[in-house]
């Protein structure tokens, strides 16, 4: 066996569980934004955005498989999962290792939605973005593939499509608002409470 197939593997391993992250990211953004359908999504929808979230989770348990065992750049647990512990590119590794905690946080809220207030959950669903930022930051800097022509390309298109997604729901979540307080505002007229 080559003794650079843990390299491999985890350098593999690591984009896939970006690109798993930023699909179900993306995804998120999409079906929140009702740009699916009016009503409601069908459940098929979700589905695929849980099964990329889970994935990226398995991808990203194999990443950190791939960096111990890998012996060009010495990962021992503490380096695995603890900020700062490794002198190898410290901050990079840091976001990554946050992230890592906030991918677990999500995927641990969204496998328990039905016993969490809906609040809690979408508080810390809402960590999504941030995960997505930090892996990006992480995959961008303290990856080897940085420079690599197809992965910046990539990078570049999930930023500017999940920026997009994420302006058209803040925007839509306004709108919403403001049309919720308009109802209010003429249904107390209607009534007759000022």
Not at 67 to 86: I, Q
Not at 145 to 156: I, P, Q, V, Y
């Amino acid at each position: 066996m080559s003794s650079q197939v843990w390299w491999f593997v985890s350098r593999s391993s690591g984009i896939i569980a970006w690109a798993l992250v930023s699909l179900s990211v993306a995804w998120g953004l999409f079906i929140s934004t009702k740009a699916v359908a009016k009503a409601s999504s069908p459940a098929w929808l979700l589905d695929l955005h849980r099964y990329l979230g889970g994935l990226s989770v398995s991808f990203t348990v194999v990443h950190l498989i791939g960096l111990w065992a890998d012996s060009y750049v010495e990962f021992g647990w503490a380096e695995l999962f603890v900020p700062l512990a490794t002198e190898w590119k410290p901050w990079p590794v840091a976001f990554g290792i946050i992230a890592l905690y906030l991918l677990v946080a999500v995927e641990a809220t969204s496998l328990m939605m039905s016993h969490l207030p809906r609040r809690w959950w979408r508080a810390v669903h809402h960590l999504s973005l941030p995960l997505y930022v930090m892996s990006t930051y992480h995959g961008i800097v303290a990856g080897t593939d940085h420079g690599n022509t197809g992965f910046r390309l990539a990078a570049l298109a999930s930023v500017n499509v999940i920026a997009f997604l994420t302006v058209v729901l803040i925007l839509a979540s306004r709108r919403s608002a403001v049309a919720t307080i308009k109802a209010d505002e003429r249904h107390r007229q209607h009534v007759g409470v000022s």
